[in-house]
């Protein structure tokens, strides 16, 4: 059973920086895609960005240029990197990664953006 451990949301002020890290552990297999999803209050839970097991990335039209993922497959581990945040950002942010056929959830992490 893969587990999923989150850190590094917070409160920060319009236009601040944070930098999300989940760690993967207890695959049996190489980890493929790792990602980040979003969920803010009354919405549905949306992309904000994924990397392959290769390096290739998707980011949300509403995130580009300003937040960057990155992996350490020596670690299991991805980042979000946020810059230049926004109130409209304000959410909890999921990590999400795919072994094989399977998906697997953190259990989220609080990032509130104040105008």
């Known amino acids: 059973q893969v587990q999923l451990v989150e850190s590094g949301g917070g409160s920060v002020q319009a236009g601040g920086s944070l930098r999300l890290s989940c760690a993967a552990s207890g695959s049996r297999f190489s980890i493929d895609a790792m990602g980040w999803y979003r969920q803010a209050p009354g919405k549905q839970r949306e992309l904000v960005a994924s990397i392959s097991s290769d390096g290739s990335t998707i980011n949300a039209d509403s995130v580009k240029g300003r937040f960057t993922i990155s992996r350490d497959n020596a670690k299991n581990t991805v980042y979000l990197q946020m810059n230049s945040l926004k109130p409209e950002d304000t959410a909890v942010y999921y990590c999400?990664?795919?072994?094989?056929?399977?998906?697997?959830w953190g259990q989220g992490t609080q990032v509130t953006v104040s105008s």
């Open positions: 999400n990664v795919k072994v094989r056929r399977n998906n697997y």
